[in-house]
């Protein structure tokens, strides 16, 4: 990052304007304020698309295939995207493509009359997604320089988060004040949409880039530091075990439910929910801050091993609400520094003109172990046991973050 300019390669990112001004810019501040508006706009339509495809009729397997096919589209799609963004001179166009489909697409959903409809739809928001998101992340890591990587993706995760949660409230306030007319309230996702592609279009500032390689996708993947693909490793041992948290939701409704009953059960399970995903909000932003001044492979190795905690808790922990709170809480505090330290060491183990292609690459690594553990947990867990399902997880998590800790040595804060 420190040679000198050569043929071929980039070297006008970081700049040094970047660097004086401080992590605090427009641009850092117009990328989290898209996110907002966008996991906003996203978490509005999820809340309410199960209901909505069964007033069409849809089956609970017909929303797992809309659902599976989506995000499958939407890993592999990031890969292409990065390899993109690394061509570009310019990549705000590419995100702001990506936001605009997404946006477009979701408020199609309140015009389709079949599953199939609503599953092209979804796909191609989840397109989109694909699209814009390692387009983002390099615009995120331009804007800043190598030593404040932690705090800008940890925060750009807690905004994220923030638009979830406002998601939730107001899918539920929606409901309330439209009488369930779920063509109203997916077109009302629009909204937020638009202001996701005008925080990206307008406030975002993008700096030209000088000189860009122009290399096949194969050769991009190549060119990926030993350091990297070690790390990715890591990432997949994972995120191969890393349950999505609606098996917490389950698990947790039927723990409580022969003392409370099924209905208070499963209300006290969404509450739990929410808890995880304010902890989830609040310490985003802490863990890369915390990133930047320590060591971003040791902090990471931990956030790791409080999943393995949390999986010991669930192996061997009477399961009461005192308990399944901690759970709920573990779980929050893990996802945050997992999802800001991972973007954060991602930039900090490759080179700037490789950052799209490294933040595609592991955004498919995370999209084949979440579809990975996924299925297999879900197999343990109805065939043998929970314990036997949170097992695994939990071992996976500890050879995950054995290979993360052995790269602390190329992940030393910068002073």
Same mark, same amino acid.
């Not at 939407?74 to 990549?91: C, E, I, P, V, Y």
């Not at 390099?138 to 030593?147: F, G, I, K, N, Y």
């Not at 209300?267 to 995880?276: N, P, W």
């Not at 999209?367 to 046991?385: N, Y």
């Given at each position: 990052?420190?040679?000198?300019?050569?043929?071929?390669?980039?070297? $006008?990112?970081?700049?040094?304007?970047?660097?004086?001004?401080?992590?605090?810019?427009?641009?850092?501040?117009?990328?989290?304020?898209?996110?907002?508006?966008?996991?906003?706009?996203?978490?509005?339509?999820?809340?309410?698309?199960?209901?909505?495809?069964?007033?069409?009729?849809?089956?609970?397997?017909?929303?797992?295939?809309?659902?599976?096919?989506?995000?499958?589209?939407?890993?592999?799609?990031?890969?292409?995207?990065?390899?993109?963004?690394?061509?570009?001179?310019?990549?705000?166009?590419?995100?702001?493509?990506?936001?605009?489909?997404?946006?477009?697409?979701?408020?199609?959903?309140?015009?389709?009359?079949?599953?199939?409809?609503?599953?092209?739809?979804?796909?191609?928001?989840?397109?989109?997604?694909?699209?814009?998101?390692?387009?983002?992340?390099?615009?995120?890591?331009?804007?800043?320089?190598?030593?404040?990587?932690?705090?800008?993706?940890?925060?750009?995760?807690?905004?994220?988060?923030?638009?979830?949660?406002?998601?939730?409230?107001?899918?539920?306030?929606?409901?309330?004040?439209?009488?369930?007319?779920?063509?109203?309230?997916?077109?009302?996702?629009?909204?937020?949409?638009?202001?996701?592609?005008?925080?990206?279009?307008?406030?975002?500032?993008?700096?030209?880039?000088?000189?860009?390689?122009?290399? $096949?996708?194969?050769?991009?993947?190549?060119?990926?530091?030993?350091?990297?693909?070690?790390?990715?490793?890591?990432?997949?041992?994972?995120?191969?075990?890393?349950? $999505?948290?609606?098996?917490?939701?389950?698990?947790?409704?039927?723990?409580?439910?022969?003392?409370?009953?099924?209905?208070?059960?499963?209300?006290?399970?969404?509450?739990?929910?929410?808890?995880?995903?304010?902890?989830?909000?609040?310490?985003?932003?802490?863990?890369?801050?915390?990133?930047?001044?320590?060591?971003?492979?040791?902090?990471?190795?931990?956030?790791?091993?409080?999943?393995?905690?949390?999986?010991?808790?669930?192996?061997?922990?009477?399961?009461?609400?005192?308990?399944?709170?901690?759970?709920?809480?573990?779980?929050?505090?893990?996802?945050?520094?997992?999802?800001?330290?991972?973007?954060?060491?991602?930039?900090?183990?490759?080179?700037?003109?490789?950052?799209?292609?490294?933040?595609?690459?592991?955004?498919?690594?995370?999209?084949?172990?979440?579809?990975?553990?996924?299925?297999?947990?879900?197999?343990?867990?109805?065939?043998?046991?929970?314990?036997?399902?949170?097992?695994? $997880?939990?071992?996976?998590?500890?050879?995950?973050?054995?290979?993360?800790?052995?790269?602390?040595?190329?992940?030393?804060?910068?002073?």
């Amino acid at each position: 990052m420190g040679s000198s300019p050569t043929r071929g390669t980039l070297f $006008s990112e970081p700049t040094e304007l970047a660097i004086k001004r401080g992590w605090i810019n427009r641009t850092v501040l117009g990328i989290g304020l898209a996110s907002l508006f966008c996991d906003l706009s996203h978490e509005t339509a999820t809340a309410v698309l199960p209901a909505f495809l069964a007033s069409l009729g849809a089956s609970a397997a017909a929303l797992g295939a809309i659902e599976g096919v989506a995000d499958a589209v939407s890993s592999f799609t990031k890969m292409g995207g990065g390899w993109l963004a690394d061509r570009l001179q310019h990549r705000k166009p590419l995100a702001v493509f990506g936001y605009a489909l997404t946006t477009i697409a979701m408020g199609a959903m309140a015009f389709v009359t079949n599953s199939w409809q609503a599953g092209v739809a979804r796909t191609l928001g989840w397109f989109g997604r694909g699209i814009r998101t390692p387009a983002r992340k390099v615009l995120l890591s331009a804007a800043v320089s190598p030593e404040h990587y932690g705090r800008a993706f940890g925060l750009e995760r807690a905004m994220d988060e923030t638009g979830g949660l406002l998601g939730a409230v107001v899918a539920w306030f929606l409901l309330q004040q439209l009488h369930w007319d779920f063509s109203r309230i997916l077109l009302w996702t629009m909204v937020p949409g638009f202001l996701a592609i005008m925080a990206i279009g307008v406030v975002v500032r993008e700096e030209k880039r000088v000189s860009v390689k122009k290399l $096949s996708f194969a050769h991009s993947l190549k060119e990926l530091k030993p350091d990297f693909r070690k790390f990715l490793g890591g990432v997949a041992l994972f995120g191969a075990g890393d349950f $999505s948290k609606s098996m917490l939701i389950l698990f947790a409704a039927k723990s409580l439910a022969p003392g409370m009953g099924t209905v208070k059960a499963a209300a006290a399970a969404s509450a739990l929910y929410v808890l995880h995903k304010v902890f989830y909000m609040g310490f985003s932003y802490p863990a890369g801050h915390l990133g930047d001044r320590f060591n971003k492979a040791g902090l990471l190795t931990i956030a790791y091993l409080l999943g393995a905690v949390m999986g010991l808790i669930l192996m061997f922990a009477p399961a009461n609400i005192y308990i399944l709170a901690a759970v709920f809480i573990l779980a929050g505090i893990y996802v945050a520094g997992q999802d800001a330290l991972e973007d954060a060491l991602t930039a900090q183990l490759t080179g700037i003109d490789q950052h799209g292609i490294a933040f595609g690459t592991l955004a498919a690594v995370n999209g084949v172990g979440d579809f990975v553990s996924s299925i297999i947990v879900g197999l343990l867990w109805t065939h043998v046991s929970p314990v036997a399902a949170f097992g695994y $997880s939990t071992v996976l998590f500890t050879a995950g973050a054995w290979i993360v800790w052995r790269l602390r040595g190329v992940a030393k804060a910068k002073p």
